[in-house]
């Protein structure tokens, strides 16, 4: 027949338009919308009836940390991600998203030096377990060496497609002097690859860490008093400053606080080519959340502590709201990154403060729940970051589109459409034009779910909590489609970990933004060149 799936009846949501269309899919590609298909048409395709539902582009998660271990993860000591490709890319698709770019990560190990060499282990531990679904790569760059950016920066991107480095400007094994991430950020642009930044000033925590410690004030709830707005804001300044010196577009991720959200929207008030991403975090929990558990100085509280941390109170929840709502923030991502509480390797290798026997007894499985009421070890210790790859987009349907502060539209365009286009994936993804390919998710936003409240038991991640359990959701995905075969469906999943494909991807599609800067042979951009 025509077709080898038809999706009927849905209204069709783009980042652009809402209509009734029916959709054709043939060999996993978008293959004809049309308003209304006749039974010649549909022949014996496989039917999906969108009826009262609403038809979108499958979500684009483009910050997701699958695989990183105890040299690759973000604090270089302890801390060993959950999920891997397998699991990671499972827990994503069972919330809606049909892609996902992951973080290949550099260390300062000399054997480290080859980006490629990076890029090629990474890439096997993908192939090592497959995915559900098609997957990309950024590059994580904390070393600054000349040669190999010179001549392998060429190689990521022709050979993989690779069209994003990530910097940090804080932890000790990653963070980039402000002369190195001039250096990295000039080679980046020269190889049209997007710089995103991790921005906090590091040296700010290192000295409001050690004056907490020096107080014994070790609790988790410490974390954000060791990273107050400020340090966020500082950094995201300087970073503004530093790409306008070189004339390069810069992209920050995981905006955390509206003090940074105000420094980014007065940079692109200015005209430059500054990109923002923010996250589930920062949009539901606030400094609160990490007193929630027994007792303020309670170790679970550990299971909320992410970099940046969200804001102190509900305010800046509003404040990034608004800013997804007027552009300040181009794409909406998860920051998926999966620790289990109750691991030495995850949460609890905050308590390696009490030594080898501490670590001793966690890796013995003497009851960590008793160790974690016992108040003791530090909040420096703890890996950062919390997991949300799969509540990402039901998260923001419920408090976003159902509540009215964004419509469908901003939703297609911010979870799925702007991270295709900004990660040089556009319109193969987050689209829904003949062409492209047939990724697509189904909503009900009317009485197609009742709501219900979240426990960890619903997810398909390999971490042992979510940081939402308890809080109602009043939507999920009753539909999900990868490449035209539907691999999540009424809650089954479908699909298997042999489905997803490595996706080489192109530059940025918004824009380089170089036309905001002035052709003048006297700017930096032009004579450091000569
Ligand atoms: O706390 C966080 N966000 N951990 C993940 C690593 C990163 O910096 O994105
Ligand atoms: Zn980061
Ligand atoms: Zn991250
Ligand atoms: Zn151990």
Redesign the pocket.
Known sequence: SKFDLVVLNGVVVTASDTSSFDIGIKDGKIHTLAPSFTPEDIGDAQVVDAEGGMVMPGGVDA?V?LCQDQKTG?LGLGGQCADDFETGSRSAVCGGTTTIIAFAKQSRDEEDRSLLKVVEAYSARAEETGSYIDYAFHIIIVRDDKDVLQTELPVLVKKWGITSCKL?MTYKTMQLQDYQLLDVMLAALDNSITTMI?AENGDMITWLAEKLESKGMLAPYYHALSRPPSVEGEAANRAIVLAELIESPILF??VGSSASANIIRAAQTRGLPVFAETCPQYLNLTWEDLKRFHSPDCFENSKM???PPPGPDSSDQDALYLGLHNGTFTVFSS?H?PYKYNDPHGKMAGMLEHGPSMHRASCEGISLPELAKSKTGSFKLVP???PGVETRLPLLFTRGVTAGRITPQKFVELTSTNPAKLYGLYPQKGALLPGSDADIVIWYPEGGLTPFKLTNEHLHHNVDYTPYEGMEFANWPRYTLSRGQVVWANGKLLGTPRDGRYLKRGPNQLGKGVAHFKKDPRTVATWVRE
């Open positions: 910050h940390h973000p940090f991790h991720v995981h502590i992410c970099s920051d990154c950062n970051g919390i």
